[in-house]
């Protein structure tokens, strides 16, 4: 079964960092695209970041510089390393698996607040 | 102005037909454009449903019921979900996506209410 888990969510302060993680199960992570999306609560989605299967990695221009997404082959886990928090990065953020474009496969998500 | 704009809120009975837009930025050409749809209800995280550029390019997500489809309206240069034999499971809130300029960018959600 297909399977992802987020953690490493929190309360951390303005300014503060934090790394994400997203445990795949059931495929490789490495052979897929894989995506960030945030949703602050009460509001729409919003992307975050994106890693090709090649490597690549696209950010949204609101995390950019602040924010990168990676992967660890060996624990086929992805993550996001985010820096500099502001109040506005308070959200819940899901890890996807993209097939052919489409984000089929979603997280639980993992809820990070940044707040003093 | 946003790149893709969704109304806030649609309202619609049982058994009646909902039509979603997702209107793209002037500048931006719908037909050029894949318009992906996902639905949300609260507590859970997002499900793909559909996505829609032509007749001859076109995807259901596995499982949706084929009361949901896609088309699109050029003269508004929006892309539209319908929904069909409105059931009361279809409230949830629905954002249409785009990959524009290396990113992709959600529509700011529709939430649906049958009532």
């Known amino acids: 079964e297909v399977q992802l888990v987020e953690s490493g969510g929190g309360l951390v302060q303005p300014g503060g960092s934090l790394r994400l993680s997203c445990a795949a199960s059931g495929f490789t992570v490495s052979s897929y695209y894989m995506d960030w999306v945030r949703q602050a609560p009460g509001k729409g989605l919003e992307w975050v970041s994106v890693?090709?299967?090649?490597?690549?990695?696209y950010y949204a221009d609101s995390v950019k510089g602040r924010v990168t997404i990676s992967r660890d082959n060996s624990k086929n886990t992805l993550y996001l390393q985010m820096n500099s928090l502001r109040a506005e990065d308070t959200a819940m953020y899901y890890c996807?698996?993209?097939?052919?474009?489409?984000?089929?496969?979603w997280g639980q998500g993992t809820l990070v607040t940044v707040s003093s | 102005q946003a790149v893709v704009t969704q109304p806030s809120s649609l309202s619609a009975s049982p058994g009646a037909s909902a039509s979603l837009t997702c209107t793209l930025r002037?500048?931006?050409?719908?037909?050029?454009?894949?318009i992906y749809w996902y639905q949300q209800k609260p507590g859970s995280p997002p499900q793909y449903l559909l996505r829609y550029k032509s007749n001859s390019d076109k995807q259901q997500g596995s499982g949706v019921p084929s009361r949901f489809s896609g088309s699109k309206d050029a003269s508004a240069n929006a892309g539209i979900l319908l929904i069909s034999g409105l059931q009361s499971e279809d409230e949830a809130d629905y954002y249409c996506?785009?990959?524009?300029?290396?990113?992709?960018?959600f529509g700011g959600g529709t939430k649906l209410t049958v009532l």
């Open positions: 890693i090709y299967s090649a490597g690549n990695t």
């Open positions: 996506m785009i990959w524009h300029s290396s990113a992709w960018v």
């Open positions: 002037s500048g931006i050409n719908v037909g050029t454009y894949r």
């Open positions: 996807a698996r993209e097939v052919d474009y489409v984000l089929g496969t």
